[in-house]
């Protein structure tokens, strides 16, 4: 963009003409066929040349401005300064009075004097217009009410000629048309500059007309200097349940042992480790916080490997409610208190634990000998088939021989008797029974001996007492 032009000091003068000799000479030297802005390297010639703004720009003055060519640039006056041009008509000439420098600036921005040397190539000098102005002071100074110049504001008094996307400095004498930060000058208007696609920000961008807004992904803070990210230490709030480990741009959380991640991923469920495995226990699991135990019903106690149930035997640990007339029997899972032994006629009393029938009875001619009361203890569901139980005779009389037999209490037909020799047989569980139960069998021997024609028998009395639970 041009301004309006203004006339040069005479130093001024001399500076512009050393340069414009200095750069015709080096381009008359045919070192170098590069030509400074305004001209145009004519290769006939060999020299470089003026351009006529005027005929070769599209309108390069605006509104009621005309257009006079300068050697190397342009000048765009008011059509009011001037009358017609003549050919190779003398310069203006301006009061004597001295008036500061105001050259500053391009000399597109301010008008040049009168060419100071030969325009190159062929044809008459440019020419200049015949100023009409009676005024003392240079263009773009105004007589202040003290009879000094003073400075015109163009940009105030909006007879500028910028563009609307550019804005107006005020110069001394005239003034430049520039782009506002953020925006940068293509093609004679000011285009936003993209800051975004230069990497101003660190992480996130956004483009703003004249400005640019940096913004930082979650898990991050704008740091002060408004370019760069910050990781945020997420731990510092503790949002984890359990354990919290930081990252960058973000955290994890873990959980302690027995404690699995649940789906919002900061809180521990517990995990129900019971429900993994129907073998983690021998009778009963019980889910804890972050672990489970094993339970043992009435009558166990929990073993040192923590899963297994071991019989708690109430009548070593003294935990029973036997009397000390009664004697205490413990089994898998309880016990029970059995009282003195009572013998009923015809029998008598042999022992504490034996009855007898005296051959000598008549009332004794049929019944067993004698019946000796025994005890014990199975668990429920024992596999089979299983011995449990031996008996075999004491006494050996030449020519016997002995048959043993479940007498009664085996209607279910769970046990059975298997001789193991001529004097011994096995009791056998031959089916799983299941307890809590008591079952009494009488076992009987039967001894027969056909030398003398004898025949008799004995009986063993056998409680058992199945257990609630397999151990």
């Known amino acids: 963009m041009h301004s309006v032009g203004r006339g040069l000091h005479s130093s001024t003068h001399l500076r512009i003409l050393a340069a414009l000799l200095f750069v015709l000479c080096?381009?008359?030297s045919?070192?170098?066929?590069?030509?400074?802005?305004?001209?145009?390297?004519d290769s006939r010639s060999r020299q470089c040349i003026d351009v006529d703004e005027c005929r070769t720009g599209q309108n390069p003055c605006r509104g009621d401005m005309r257009c006079v060519n300068q050697n190397g640039g342009y000048l765009c006056l008011p059509r009011s300064l001037y009358s017609q041009p003549y050919a190779r008509a003398e310069p203006p000439v301006y009061p004597e009075a001295?008036?500061?420098d105001t050259s500053v600036g391009t000399p597109d921005q301010f008008p040049l004097s009168p060419p100071l040397g030969p325009?190159?190539?062929?044809?008459?000098g440019p020419s200049y217009p015949v100023m009409r102005s009676s005024t003392p002071c240079l263009l773009g100074y105004t007589l202040g009410e003290d009879g000094t110049c003073i400075d015109i504001d163009e940009c105030e008094a909006e007879s500028h000629q910028c563009n609307p996307t550019q804005v107006c400095i005020n110069t001394a004498g005239g003034y430049t048309c520039s782009c506002t930060e953020g925006y940068w000058l293509v093609g004679g208007q000011c285009q936003d500059i993209d800051e975004c696609r230069y990497g101003y920000c660190q992480q996130l961008c956004a483009n703003l007309p004249g400005s640019y807004s940096c913004s930082c992904n979650p898990g991050f803070n704008l740091n002060t200097?408004?370019?760069t990210c910050q990781d945020i230490d997420e731990c510092e709030t503790q949002p984890c349940t359990h354990g919290c480990l930081n990252t960058y741009g973000s955290f994890l959380c873990n959980c302690d042992e027995g404690f699995e991640l649940a789906a919002d991923g900061t809180t521990c469920n517990d995990l129900d480790e019971c429900s993994f495995s129907d073998f983690l226990c021998q009778h009963t699991c019980?889910?804890?916080?972050g672990s489970y135990s094993c339970v043992c019903p009435p009558g166990y106690y929990v073993f040192e490997d923590g899963r297994t149930c071991e019989d708690l035997n109430e009548c070593e640990s003294g935990n029973n409610?036997?009397?000390t007339a009664q004697v205490c029997f413990n089994f898998q899972g309880g016990y029970t208190c059995l009282d003195p032994l009572t013998c009923l006629p015809p029998y008598v009393e042999l022992s504490e634990n034996q009855c007898v029938c005296s051959a000598e009875n008549p009332a004794c001619r049929d019944r067993p000998f004698t019946i000796l009361y025994r005890h014990m203890d199975l668990s429920s569901g024992r596999s089979v088939p299983a011995d449990i139980f031996q008996m075999q005779a004491t006494t050996r009389y030449p020519g016997a021989f002995y048959i043993f037999q479940i007498k009664s209490g085996n209607e279910g037909r769970e046990?059975?008797?298997?001789?193991?020799?001529n004097v011994s047989a096995t009791l056998v569980l031959a089916r799983p029974i299941r307890g809590p139960k008591t079952v009494v069998l009488d076992l009987e021997m039967v001894t027969v001996n056909n030398v003398i024609n004898f025949r008799g028998s004995s009986i063993i009395r056998l409680t058992i007492f199945v257990s609630e639970h397999p151990f």
Do not use: A, H, I, V
Not at 30 to 41: D, H, L, P, V, W
Not at 415 to 421: E, V
């Open 26 to 28: 080096c381009f008359q």
């Open 30 to 41: 045919g070192k170098s066929q590069r030509c400074t802005e305004g001209f145009t390297y």
């Open 98 to 100: 001295s008036y500061p």
């Open 119 to 124: 325009r190159t190539g062929p044809g008459p």
């Open 225 to 227: 200097d408004s370019r």
């Open 286 to 289: 019980l889910n804890t916080p």
């Open 321 to 323: 409610t036997c009397t």
């Open 415 to 421: 046990f059975y008797m298997r001789q193991t020799s």
